[in-house]
């Protein structure tokens, strides 16, 4: 017996029964999308990764891998870097990883101690991207900045084996800077570089990295403001292996001429560097 009653309640029945279905589906995928990624891009210091979140193709997604270095190339561990919603911490190199962002023009916000914060732009394509964050992106030091290498281009007990290094200082104040030491200790305490010893030296730098001198109350080379200079080690044969110390003074112009400095000690492991590049990441 035909009866309308029921055939109303039974399609009403089984629309109901489709959106549900429907819904738990749509929950599902949700859950297993969103709820993961949305706990990978909280900051994360040990894996140095983090994942955006949103329910998107895996055509329509991209991954962003690179490292965030100073304006040298010098990596900066523990630097914060966020893309959307997603933020991850560099690691010890400088290395980050963020996945799932998609694809297109997108923002990468970089910040880290003593740096100013910095934005660079990129255009994500499907797979692995490698947006380039150093030198004219890389990141600006607040305060005088200074960073020190020892290499060799060899680790035989030859005499073809020598000591390369690197003293890299950037000014970023509007003010001169003077720096009146710049020595280099071997592991032996001896000095292997001074680079204000004599007045040829003086004049030899002076006219290699075009900077001012002055002589009063002792010699120190001038910094100009807002630059940046990297001195170049002579090559030293024979090096002793292990440590090696540099010790840097300078001061602003009012402190120089009372003899007041500010006196700075870094020490480098000799690191074995066939490119004789110590910003290559090994």
Known sequence: MYDPQFWRRFRKLGFLTV???????????????????????????????AVVSGF????????????????????IPNA????????????????????NVPLGQVNLEISAVGFHSTKVTTTIEPGINYPHIKFDTGMHPQEFYVRFHAFTNSLEDTDTRLLFGLVEVVNPSNDPMYVSRIEVKDPSGQV?????ESWEILQLVKSTYDLEVVMEPLPAYVIAP?????????????????????????????????????ALHIVDEM?????????IVK
């Open 226 to 262: 807002k630059s940046s200079v990297v001195f170049e080690l002579d090559a030293l044969p024979d090096p002793l292996r292990g440590s090696y110390h540099l010790w840097l003074a300078y001061s602003s112009p009012a402190n120089h001429r009372k003899g007041r400095m500010q």
């Open 19 to 49: 959106l549900l279905i429907l819904g738990g589906l749509y929950a599902a995928v949700a859950f297993y999308t969103l709820i993961p990624n949305l706990a990978a891009s909280r900051f994360d210091t040990t894996k140095a990764r």
């Open 192 to 196: 292997v570089y001074d680079l204000l």
């Open 80 to 99: 914060k870097v966020k893309v959307m919603d997603a933020e991850v911490a560099t690691d010890s190199q400088g290395k980050f990883r963020i996945e």
């Open 271 to 279: 690191d074995y560097d066939p490119n004789l590049d110590p910003h």
């Open 56 to 75: 998107l193709p895996a055509a329509d997604r991209g991954i962003i891998e690179s490292f965030v270095c100073d304006i040298f190339g010098n990596p």
